[in-house]
């Protein structure tokens, strides 16, 4: 919501009518230059859109604040050409309406463009994200980051590195939406006060590492008459797809890391498929390129990578994770329900490669129990449980 400053106003001030905290304010508008406010300058409002009201006879500006359970200057703000002497029945004037209810629609078949376009609305609400690519896709899609919070503690999660495990992505939108709202309506999120999780925190989100994978899961075959020849080639002449956990290049993308990529090779396929083949060495598909490079860059303390199925969480590789590790587990198993689980014999993951790189704690989260690509039956129970990690995460 966009509001004109006026002669005496301040940040505090709206913060105080709006009820927003400050810092939500202030990192909305990052081009602001805090120790003036020059007057006509715009400045944005997160957590409220603004919808049209249509003045009825012997409404008054003060009436419609009290209908609309709003500060009467808030009106004044969103209509700073009003004149509240001349009201005109019919007339149309913007009304201040808080957002107290998700916009991210979960419990659907979340795909690339649901994806990009809940990201788009989230933003236009709540500005003090930042969304950016990471990179892309073989086909050429962006691979979006969703950044919040400026807090030394440097937080990653991230969703559908497997293609048919898709509703991850659809979880993590949907408690970055919690998120959110806790922050703008500054009601508590499972018991827990999060405006200092965002001052504390800086959280990354990666919702959807493999976008081309995930598509070809929920819609079949690509356009591109190449690529429709090639991937169902890979993939036995079969038209289903709910199997397919790779990129489209058919390469498991959690498979891709240098973390005894060897060993994870010599059990695994050792061609191009729907699932278990780590390439012809490490690091050689854009997505995963994308992934490394951004852990690189961020320099994050503890990274969580969820996935389907099992409602268990996997902490450890070679020994080599910290002991802080099992504690911050025990906690994400107290909130979840979900068993964790030192050891398996699988490497060349991601958490792997990012407990033996940096030896800080890694965790892949198994959310769910059945046969992926998981029913929507299951997304609210699922949901619920991913919460408690979601919270327990940046609490830790």
């Known amino acids: 919501m966009e509001i004109t400053v006026r002669h005496g106003d301040s940040l505090s001030y709206y913060s105080q009518l709006f009820t927003i905290s400050l810092p939500l304010i202030i990192d909305s508008n990052p081009k602001l230059h805090l120790d003036q406010l020059p007057i006509g300058q715009k400045i944005i409002i997160p957590g409220f859109m603004v919808k049209d009201y249509q003045i009825q006879q012997n409404d008054t500006i003060s009436t419609i604040a009290q209908k609309q359970n709003l500060p009467l200057d808030g009106l004044y703000l969103v209509n700073p050409e009003i004149n509240p002497d001349h009201l005109q029945t019919g007339q149309t004037i913007h009304i201040p309406q808080r957002i107290t209810e998700r916009v991210v629609q979960g419990k659907q078949n979340y795909d690339y463009r649901v994806l990009k376009k809940d990201l788009k609305r989230l933003q236009q609400i709540y500005p003090f994200i930042r969304v950016s690519a990471i990179g892309q896709s073989v086909l050429g899609r962006e691979i979006p980051e969703v950044r919040i919070g400026n807090g030394d503690k440097k937080i990653h999660y991230n969703g559908s590195f497997h293609a048919n495990e898709w509703i991850t992505t659809a979880v993590l939108l949907t408690c970055l939406n919690d998120y959110l709202l806790s922050l703008t309506n500054q009601t508590p999120m499972g018991g827990v006060?999060?405006?200092?999780?965002?001052?504390?925190?800086?959280?990354?989100?990666?919702?959807?590492?493999?976008?081309?994978?995930?598509?070809?899961?929920?819609?079949?075959?690509?356009?591109?008459?190449?690529?429709?020849?090639?991937?169902?080639?890979?993939?036995?002449?079969?038209?289903?797809?709910?199997?397919?956990?790779?990129?489209?290049?058919?390469?498991?993308?959690?498979?891709?890391?240098?973390?005894?990529?060897?060993?994870?090779?010599?059990?695994?396929?050792?061609?191009?498929?729907?699932?278990?083949?780590?390439?012809?060495?490490?690091?050689?598909?854009?997505?995963?390129?994308?992934?490394?490079?951004?852990?690189?860059?961020?320099?994050?303390?503890?990274?969580?990578?969820?996935?389907?199925?099992?409602?268990?969480?996997?902490?450890?590789?070679?020994?080599?994770?910290?002991?802080?590790?099992?504690?911050?587990?025990?906690?994400?198993?107290?909130?979840?329900?979900?068993?964790?689980?030192?050891?398996?014999?699988?490497?060349?993951?991601?958490?792997?490669?990012?407990?033996?790189?940096?030896?800080?704690?890694?965790?892949?989260?198994?959310?769910?129990?059945?046969?992926?690509?998981?029913?929507?039956?299951?997304?609210?129970?699922?949901?619920?449980?991913?919460?408690?990690?979601?919270?327990?995460?940046?609490?830790?």
């Open 193 to 396: 006060e999060t405006p200092r999780l965002y001052t504390e925190t800086s959280l990354s989100l990666v919702p959807m590492v493999n976008p081309d994978g995930v598509n070809l899961v929920l819609h079949g075959l690509p356009d591109n008459e190449r690529w429709r020849t090639r991937v169902l080639e890979l993939n036995q002449g079969s038209l289903d797809f709910t199997g397919w956990k790779a990129n489209i290049n058919g390469v498991d993308l959690n498979d891709q890391f240098p973390a005894n990529w060897e060993g994870e090779r010599a059990r695994n396929q050792k061609q191009p498929g729907p699932r278990d083949y780590g390439g012809k060495k490490p690091l050689t598909e854009p997505e995963a390129i994308a992934m490394a490079e951004l852990t690189r860059q961020r320099d994050f303390s503890k990274v969580l990578a969820f996935h389907t199925q099992g409602e268990e969480m996997y902490w450890g590789f070679e020994n080599l994770e910290p002991p802080e590790s099992e504690t911050i587990v025990q906690e994400f198993s107290r909130v979840s329900g979900y068993a964790p689980v030192k050891n398996i014999e699988s490497y060349a993951g991601y958490k792997d490669w990012f407990i033996q790189e940096w030896r800080r704690p890694g965790f892949t989260i198994e959310l769910g129990n059945g046969v992926n690509p998981l029913p929507l039956e299951q997304f609210d129970k699922i949901q619920q449980q991913a919460l408690g990690i979601f919270l327990a995460g940046l609490c830790m």
